[in-house]
């Protein structure tokens, strides 16, 4: 069979009809690969599990960045999407996304004009507020616009921003109920450290230690007469501990969609690895030179995969391949025999998704060695 | 005086004629900032550098993969442009950029098929090899497009890519001497190794010893009877020392144009700070959460700054603020007093500028508080 030229595979990814016969084989490299299976399994797992529990799901657009994702998700029954930053709900929101949960606070220039642009389109859209001279701002930008905007209280419960729970919170929850153009919509409380303890028993009592005070909380808004419909915490690495809290509400985990190396080595419910989703995101990359006999250039370094973790590249079928950065643009792989050659494509699990995620343009979705679909990262590098 | 709304601002950056009077305070961050005298600075000094010794200049465009930088360091006197890959030349040369030196072989699906397709658009791009059967292909698709190829044979002086030096390159040159659709272009040997070594007089001697062989293998060429009319390497650590090897004609480094914290660090010709060059690149914050009295949450993390390096981003202009990692989206402040409001701007040099650029879309150039020009990282993420 004659392969096809670049641009002939170019114009039919571009076009879903013709896209038949494409396989992994006819990507240029690097090349952001999904594992349909892994990624269907995993977004089945997480919405079920939820479901048992009675738990709102509100999936990390963070993670991919992706609408199609998104849609995916919400079919799932995810009622709908965090988004980290205001750039990045506005992608989504274009894109007709509902329900999006911006979880950092509006803070600087253009931040509240945009979130205020964004819930005049996306009336849904809830905002997080840690701080009352933020919070009378968008009070008054909101009467402005004329409209009343969803704001929800982060609390500080780890290390990342937030106003103290208890009565500091309440006060500023009062200060909410207080103001006419912007309606309370329940707590946040995001305890990030808690998701990357190893071992599952230290990490419920990390998460536990974590989130008694945001329950505490909820529980006081209540008692003084706030209705609070809202609390929404976890990850992917406490969604099976942080569901047995009583007073949490929804789930908010991004990573599990994907699963990086980090994830699997903090240690499972039943054993050391931490096995619950799949690993379904991976670079495969393209041996470019081979200048000694046990060590070959790739064509993915810096600018292929995250480096803000400890771990390297990882070959996705353990063929003995240990890769080591080797700059912005290559990665050197060492093996012990004959068996890599020039030429050669070789498939990486990354060791941080949703860095990874943010420096690819497009997404090729995969079952088996054909491909299926072409997702557009929409979202990337809106950080703004 | 009114500050100006968000759509404003994004109209008047849109066109060059109604820029005037928007400052660094009108721009959404995370911000890429590049100071402009800083940066013409740098770029005049290497000139001047390569001028003075007799060198040609041939910077490396992995770093600002940008065309109007490309533009700018040409028209102060370079030859051309590196380009670390086959996609990341096509966008320089879709912008009119000649001289290009394609710095990784054309090895993977696709690679040879574009390499040909630019070379028949930019007839003076060169490319190089490392592998007989490689160049054997390389003719092969020349012949086929009709047109001569330009090719170097890149030299193993390091860690990186390339064939032994010595006999087994002379071989390789001999075998594009003789072959119809190639044109042997010279020799490629980048000893990226000894760019990072700490201290002169060591980085000298690193140099010298991974470069010495190249120097050889030119003379051996020439000794056989192939004209070799280029040597291209170095880097910006080393500018200074490969500039006195006899034999070198070029020079390709890339990060003297922004400087980045990690070459400060390596050590001067005159003292502990390698000063030669002033850091150009910045990334400007917003500090959006205040949780505690002495900590704050930017809004910069793992997607606004590169993570490879051991360093972290430093407050531009020392302000005893020391930067941790917060995540993808944040990052964590710590300082001694009160110095710090929500809402406060803080710019940060970055650890390392090449993978940094390669997260935001645009570039900002300062010149002092004022905004002067707005330039596309056109090349962003393009590493096939």
Redesign the interface.
Known sequence: MTRL??QD?ERRLKHGGLRAGITR???????LLLDLDAFEYNVAKMAAHCRDYGMALRPHA?THKCPQIADKLIDAGASGICA??V?EAEVFAGHGVHGILVT??L?????I??GIALASRSADTIFVV??A??LRDLNDAAAVAGIELNVAV?L?VG??????PGEPALALAQMIDSLPHVKFAGLQAYA?HASHVNGYHARRQASELAMQPAIATKALLEKCGIDCPMLSGGSTGTYNIDCTFDGLTELQPGSYIFMDIDYSSIGGQNGPVFGDFRNALSVLC???????RNMA?L??G???F???RPFVPAAKNDLGLTYE??????G?LYFSSEQVQ??D?IEFLVP?C??TV????RIYCCRGESLEDIWQISA??M??
Do not use: M
């Open positions: 030229s670049y595979v084989d006819d990507l240029a490299t690097p090349a963070k980290a930053k750039s950092t606070p803070v600087g220039r253009f931040r004009e945009r840690d701080d001279g933020n982060e500080h290390r990342k921003a937030g106003i103290a990030g393209t041996v470019v030179s081979k200048p000694v250039l064509d993915a810096y600018k292929g995250s480096t803000d950065w080797a700059g912005d643009e290559h050197r020039t030429g494509r941080h949703d860095p943010n420096l690819y343009d990337r590098g950080c703004q």
